[in-house]
């Protein structure tokens, strides 16, 4: 295929941002052109999927492939985390269809690419971006975000959350046993804590994240990665437990410093989503649940700009505020989800906990406000609000299961479908077109 000089929408990164992204926005019959920088398959971290991402990739109508690609299904959650265990089910409901999986990311990430090929969308391998003239740009080039960090050079990492992750494959391993059918594993060592997710290949990844000058330390100490992680893998008898008579096949991978935002999700000609915009610590799995959301609002955003429904100021507002609303959501929830162990004396520990200035930066207090005030009924809502004033201050969490405690402030109805949660008169819509619905009552009576 040869490379057109212009196009309607630019697509920078082929990621689960990019590829849905620009899958959402051929379905609308615009010209969408994207651009990856590695040729697919490629090696990609980010395996544990959320059911959070089943409703995007249906409208996307790619649900299918993914059902029909045999990826381990994911039944929910097992945190063993200090002195206390518990699970998280993804369906209560007594049906077992799976809403969720463990997905080896090459094969996952190449099914959702591939399916907005087949949407239309011009796709170029192995093409580098290294400079923009704007037509309309949506950035998702992951970790490495081209506008965030060579054109704007707005990206600010994280006062909390300074951290490094370590991980390596397995096979041969014994399944966990117990907690949710194909659940990954969170357990928590006295410095850090260790995932464990089974993969339709036979393989377990398994990953430590532990504080970047606690890693340093051991580093210097013991003189390898691989030290460092064996000896912290002794620490956590759950997974050693998983890794009797198995046999590592991949050398160590190492990521660190993972956790931050830009300080603008978008601007005059361009969108910022996915990794490129913000990455949370991978402790509850959202990499890919915020890749795919951002996705979405960024679509319905650009659609109804370019059909000229709003105007483009507008579109921005609504799509930096609604993101941005959410990954301040998770962002806090991890935040107590660490403050909630009980081993208090750990630096790994204390170090996750948000400063003033981190939440004076992030408006934390203004974000769950913001959380509060969506919950229906007062009483759960006064209850919420006290939890979040007494994190905000300090205080320890009070219930062992962090996501227990905040179900009353997670489960929410803060949809931007809905028009009562509609940022300065605009809320997403999805029929006949994928677009910004405006509120009535925002509308301007027509003097004539």
Same mark, same amino acid.
């Given at each position: 295929m040869v490379m057109r000089e212009s196009t309607q929408i630019l697509i920078i990164g082929g990621g689960p941002a990019g590829s849905t992204a620009a899958g959402l926005l051929a379905r609308e019959g615009f010209q969408v052109t994207l651009l990856q920088r590695d040729r697919f398959p490629r090696y990609h971290i980010g395996e544990s999927i959320l059911p959070s991402c089943r409703p995007i990739f249906e409208m996307l109508g790619v649900w299918n492939k993914i059902q029909a690609h045999g990826f381990q299904p994911k039944g929910g959650a097992y945190f063993q985390w200090g002195p206390e265990e518990w699970e998280v089910r993804f369906n209560n409901m007594g049906d077992d269809t799976p809403n969720a999986w463990q997905v080896v990311r090459s094969e996952f990430d190449k099914i959702l690419l591939d399916h907005a090929r087949e949407l239309g969308v011009e796709v170029f391998e192995g093409v580098s971006v290294r400079d923009i003239e704007f037509d309309y740009v949506i950035d998702a080039s992951g970790r490495g975000g081209v506008l965030t960090t060579r054109h704007l050079k707005s990206r600010r990492f994280h006062?909390?959350?300074?951290?490094?992750?370590? =991980?390596?494959? =397995?096979?041969?391993?014994?399944?966990?046993?117990?907690?949710?059918?194909?659940? /990954? +594993?969170?357990?928590?060592?006295?410095?850090? =804590?260790? =995932?464990? /997710?089974?993969?339709?290949?036979?393989?377990?990844?398994?990953?430590?994240?532990?504080?970047?000058?606690?890693?340093?330390?051991?580093?210097?100490?013991?003189?390898?990665?691989?030290?460092?992680?064996?000896?912290?893998? +002794?620490q956590c008898p &759950? %997974?050693?437990?998983?890794?009797?008579? @198995?046999?590592?096949?991949?050398?160590?991978?190492?990521?660190?410093?993972?956790?931050?935002?830009?300080?603008?999700?978008?601007?005059?000609?361009?969108? /910022? +989503?996915?990794? @490129? @915009?913000?990455?949370?610590?991978?402790?509850?799995? &959202?990499?890919?649940?915020?890749?795919?959301?951002?996705?979405?609002?960024?679509?319905?955003? %650009?659609a109804s700009v370019l059909r000229g429904e709003v105007a483009e100021q507008d579109a921005q507002r609504f799509y930096s505020t609604v993101y941005r609303h959410a990954y301040q959501r998770l962002l806090v929830l991890v935040s107590v989800f660490y403050e909630s162990y009980r081993g208090k004396e750990y630096h790994f520990y204390n170090a996750q906990r948000l400063t003033s200035d981190e939440r004076d930066?992030?408006?934390?207090? +203004?974000?769950?406000?913001?959380?509060?005030?969506?919950?229906?009924?007062?009483?759960?809502?006064? *209850?919420?609000?006290?939890?979040? *004033?007494?994190?905000?201050?300090?205080?320890?969490?009070?219930?062992?299961?962090?996501?227990a405690n905040l179900n009353r402030v997670h489960e929410i109805k803060q949809s931007p479908f809905d028009p009562a949660n509609a940022v300065d008169?605009?809320?997403?819509?999805?029929?006949?077109?994928?677009?910004?619905?405006?509120?009535?009552?925002?509308? %301007?009576?027509d003097p004539s």
């Open positions: 006062d909390v959350f300074r951290n490094v992750a370590a =991980w390596a494959y =397995w096979k041969n391993a014994k399944p966990l046993d117990r907690g949710p059918k194909g659940a /990954i +594993a969170v357990c928590s060592l006295p410095n850090g =804590w260790f =995932w464990a /997710i089974p993969l339709h290949d036979g393989t377990l990844s398994v990953g430590l994240v532990t504080g970047r000058d606690l890693f340093n330390d051991s580093r210097g100490r013991l003189n390898s990665i691989q030290a460092v992680y064996d000896e912290a893998l +002794a &759950t %997974v050693l437990e998983m890794l009797d008579g @198995a046999e590592q096949v991949t050398e160590m991978k190492v990521e660190q410093d993972y956790s931050y935002a830009s300080e603008t999700f978008a601007g005059p000609g361009y969108l /910022i +989503a996915g990794d @490129a @915009a913000c990455f949370l610590d991978p402790l509850l799995s &959202t990499g890919v649940h915020l890749a795919t959301y951002s996705a979405m609002l960024g679509a319905a955003s %650009v930066r992030l408006e934390v207090q +203004a974000a769950f406000d913001r959380i509060v005030t969506g919950i229906a009924d007062l009483n759960d809502a006064q *209850q919420a609000y006290k939890l979040v *004033q007494d994190h905000l201050n300090g205080a320890e969490s009070g219930d062992p299961n962090p996501l008169g605009l809320y997403l819509v999805t029929q006949p077109r994928l677009g910004l619905g405006t509120r009535a009552e925002d509308l %301007v009576p």
